[in-house]
Nanobody, 124 residues
Framework: QAQLVESGGGLVQTGGSQRLSCAAS????????LAWFRQAPGKEREFVAA????????YYTDSVKGRFTMSRDDVKNTVYLQMNSLKPEDTAVYYC?????????????????WGQGTQVTVSS
């Protein structure tokens, strides 16, 4: 069973950059589709980005396209979310998630494994 641990959150000013990491323990990412979600106070958890295990393709929600980049390092068994040009509306708890269902999805309900989350706060 995969265990996911996020790191890299914190306080950043508007326009700044931050990189989140998600490391797997207990097993490798092999065969798992991975994603980042976020949840702001009083809002539902929303999809941010995903990377397909089979194709390596990445997918982003419209609000982060051109600013965020998701990548993975199979040697380090870690996925990253590079966030640039951050805005106050990016403030949220960011979660790493994984599933091994064999298809790409932005539906949080399809992800079986979740990290504990890391807080990202963008000050205006």
């Amino acid at each position: 069973q995969a265990q996911l641990v996020e790191s890299g959150g914190g306080l950043v000013q508007t326009g700044g950059s931050q990189r989140l990491s998600c490391a797997a323990s207990g097993r490798t990412f092999s065969g798992y589709n991975l994603a980042w979600f976020r949840q702001a106070p009083g809002k539902e958890r929303e999809f941010v980005a995903a990377i397909s295990w089979s194709s390596g393709n990445t997918y982003y929600t419209d609000s982060v396209k051109g600013r965020f980049t998701m990548s993975r390092d199979d040697v380090k068994n870690t996925v990253y979310l590079q966030m640039n040009s951050l805005k106050p509306e990016d403030t949220a708890v960011y979660y790493c998630a994984a599933h091994a269902r064999g298809y790409d999805t932005t539906d949080a309900g399809r992800y079986d494994y979740w990290g504990q989350g890391t807080q990202v706060t963008v000050s205006s």
